[in-house]
């Protein structure tokens, strides 16, 4: 396991945020790794788990790196709610697009941003729900699409962050947390959505 803290400036002074490179057959280790930073509070963990670019040979690569993140998902959910810090932890399982419907010719699957899934919990979000849905092969999303500015909208509002505030880069650029000139018409519902708190994803 693998681990550095980042200086944070983004979202606020207070705040810190530590990346946790998950190697082959490390799913407890960076799982207890996450949760020792979780509860010395560190405000943002991530865990990194390499292997997923799957362009040719995709079955056996995703045997390899599936069941290492499926154990420490399971097992770091599991130790969250057992020591009451689920409801104030949101966890994000996602990557950054998702794969091809149809394999390649070298028995791989693409990149593929039309249409992929991120899974929630803790933090408010009701579990057991599945909001929105692909057509029959996976090709578009066919009913209640999610942008990604929704979804970081979400994260923002789950954590308590305005999502409108507005930084500067060190060259003096502007820099705002989310693009909200790029929200769908159905951001104003997700939020209320996936948790039922709140009428709306920015306010």
């Known amino acids: 396991m693998r681990s550095h803290q980042v200086d944070y400036q983004i979202f606020g002074d207070d705040m810190q945020f530590v990346e946790i490179g998950l190697d082959p057959g490390e799913s407890v280790i960076a799982e207890a790794g996450a949760m020792m930073y979780l ?3 560190v405000t943002f963990v991530e865990v990194q788990s390499t292997g997923w670019d799957t362009h040719s040979n995709e079955l056996p690569n995703l045997k390899n790196v599936v069941p290492p993140v499926d154990r420490g998902t399971a097992a770091l959910l599991a ?4 020591r009451g810090l689920l409801g104030q932890t949101l966890v994000v399982w996602m990557g950054e697009f998702g794969r091809t419907p149809r394999v390649n010719l070298t028995a791989g699957r693409d990149h593929y941003p039309q249409a992929f899934n991120v899974a929630l919990a803790g933090g408010g979000v009701k579990g057991g729900q599945v909001v929105g849905a692909t057509a029959r092969l996976g090709t578009e999303v066919v009913e209640r699409p999610v942008t990604v500015p929704d979804l970081f909208c979400t994260f923002c509002q789950a954590l308590g962050i305005n999502p409108r505030k507005e930084n500067q880069t060190n060259v003096g650029r502007p820099l705002k947390i989310v693009d909200l000139t790029v929200l769908s018409s159905l ?3 997700f939020w209320s959505v996936i948790a039922g708190l ?3 994803v920015c306010p």
């Open 198 to 200: 709140r009428d709306t």
């Open 39 to 41: 509860e010395a509070g």
């Open 187 to 189: 951001a104003m519902a």
């Open 79 to 82: 130790d969250l709610k057992e």
